[in-house]
């Protein structure tokens, strides 16, 4: 026999001198000593198995479990890597096998099946899925060698030891099954799962580990683009957390599960796939109701046209759920987009009745307005603007971001009449958005209004109108370019030539700051409106 084993344990010893000294080269320095007793163990593997040796069972089981040890330790303090960690690991595992095969040690064949599926785990962690397959066969030959050494020596396993070798041969199937999931093999995975499913109820504690590793695989699969197989796994997955009331999967990731299976359905496109769709999110919603499964919800209502009464339904089990009011208004907003007047009509009393005494009071107005604005009942909007208005200065404050929509959805209702050429029409909307500002409110969107004002007002000849609103726009934009080309046309109007002079001087000056201002001036048409920022 050579002196390969005593190499081993120097090098073992040389790891927990290296611990101590913690130097720059430890990293190194681990990598090497790895590498040496990879090269070792292989050898030594290879000349003493079924051969007599020089060292003891208890040699070999001290240095496997040493070199065990440290690979726990470092990795708990992250001082090595996770490929490190698993070759050591594997080393270790492959070391213990060097003892007399001929005895039966029970508690050494449980240590050796536990190493096999911790270094499994470890090789798992850092996605070298091949490298599991030799320790599997291991601890299944382990767990062979049991059952047969002591069934031989006429001793009867007690319950709680078959129990725990049960467990094993899941565990063993269970991490196969994750195996050959991750590297993308379906059908190879669908047999492996059929597998682990079959013994389930003999382990209920492992019905969330079941379903994690099939909602991984569906990422994995939906990530390649291959949508049957993960709405397959994602089937899998909701259907092993159901599993008994004390192990099942919580009910958040339940609907998470569900959620995806039902985005996965709509990815389809086709109107088959909607109907999987609608039952998968009503699912979620049951297990979990919440935003993200309610907006999901009126998607695939709206996109499966269904009709009115089961939108309006929804939205009365999002005010029943009492969920956030922003959640409500967009799901109004979903079916307004989708052109159902009626519903719409149908929801906002009851929104109105629900929400109109708490914070959200002047949301909801805004959202008979947007309504209102969106389907063309210009009187109905108008209404629901003033009072708006009038309860937003008596002290009833909108959000800034309710504010800055507002003024969105009136500047875009005048600009529908500017393309029309009404510009009596647009006056009204700019108007209103005028008088939602406070006395001496001075911003950069206030003086983009009196422009738009001074524009419509221009085109309807009201000179003294239109420069009343370039004054004011003055006053907060002094150097603006377009309020001076304004005051151009203005004076262009009257036949001032002072005036108009003066404008085009402001201009000349301005383009020599800015050599485009000029140009993109004279390509400004005139009932051109400016946007809100």
């Known amino acids: 026999m050579d002196d390969t084993f005593p190499k081993i344990e120097v090098l073992i010893n040389n790891l927990y001198d290296l611990k101590q000294k913690r130097d720059g080269n430890f990293e190194a320095s681990v990598k090497r000593v790895l590498n040496m007793l990879m090269v070792l163990e292989k050898g030594l593997w290879r000349t003493t198995r079924g051969n007599p040796s020089s060292f003891t069972d208890s040699q070999v089981e001290k240095c496997s479990l040493q070199l065990w040890n440290w690979a726990v330790a470092e990795n708990t303090l992250s001082t090595i890597s996770d490929i490190d960690n698993a070759k050591f690991r594997h080393v270790a595992c492959k070391l213990l096998t060097l003892s007399d095969p001929s005895s039966i040690n029970e508690r050494r064949v449980r240590l050796q099946i536990e190493m096999c599926l911790n270094a499994a785990q470890a090789w798992i962690v850092c996605g070298r899925y091949e490298m599991t397959d030799d320790l599997f066969e291991l601890a299944r030959t382990c767990i062979e060698k049991l059952l047969d050494g002591l069934a031989g020596q006429h001793h009867s396993l007690s319950g709680s030891k078959r129990m725990m070798l049960d467990r094993d041969l899941f565990s063993i199937d269970g991490l196969q099954f994750q195996c050959v999931g991750s590297l993308g093999e379906h059908d190879k995975a669908v047999i492996a799962f059929n597998c682990v499913r079959d013994k389930l109820a003999l382990h209920p504690k492992e019905a969330p580990f079941l ?3 099939c909602y991984n695989l569906a990422l994995k699969f939906h990530k390649e683009g291959k949508l049957e197989e993960c709405t397959y796994w994602l089937r899998q997955s909701y259907d092993t957390g159901k599993a008994e009331e004390e192990y099942k999967v919580d009910s958040c990731q339940q609907a998470k599960t569900l959620r995806f299976l039902a985005h996965v359905c709509l990815q389809w496109e086709a109107p088959h796939c909607w109907i999987n769709a609608l039952n998968a999110i009503e699912l979620a919603i049951k297990e979990q109701p919440n935003v993200p499964g309610f907006l999901l919800y009126m998607k695939i209502l709206t996109l499966s046209e269904a009709p009115d009464t089961d939108l309006i339904s929804a939205v009365q089990k999002i005010l029943k759920h009492n969920l956030p009011s922003d959640l409500v208004f967009n799901a109004v907003r979903m079916v307004m987009q989708n052109g159902r007047e009626s519903a719409c009509k149908t929801c906002l009393p009851f929104v109105c009745e629900s929400l109109s005494h708490t914070t959200c009071g002047l949301e909801v107005i805004l959202l008979k307005m947007e309504v209102a604005l969106h389907f063309g009942n210009e009187d109905e909007a108008k209404k629901e603007a003033e009072d708006l208005i009038a309860k937003h200065h008596s002290g009833k404050m909108l959000k800034e971001m309710q504010q800055e929509h507002m003024h969105l959805l009136l500047w875009g209702r005048a600009s529908f009449h ?3 050429k009404c510009y009596a029409d647009a006056l009204v909307w700019y108007e209103l958005s005028a008088s939602f500002y406070a006395p001496g409110k001075l911003d950069c969107n206030l003086a983009k209004l009196y422009r738009n004002l001074a524009t419509c007002y221009l085109e309807l000849h009201r000179l003294n109108k239109a420069k009343e609103s370039l004054s004011k726009a003055h006053r907060i934009e ?13 004076a262009l109007f009257e036949g001032d030539e002072q005036n108009a002079s003066h404008a085009m001087d ?10 485009d201002s000029v140009g993109r001036l004279e390509s400004l048409p005139a009932e051109d409106q400016e946007t809100p920022c």
């Open 211 to 213: 379903a994690m590793v």
């Open 418 to 420: 500017i393309e029309a």
């Open 506 to 515: 402001c201009l000349v000056q301005l383009a020599n700051q800015e050599k």
């Open 478 to 490: 002094p150097d603006n370019p377009t309020t001076i080309f304004l005051n151009l046309r203005v």
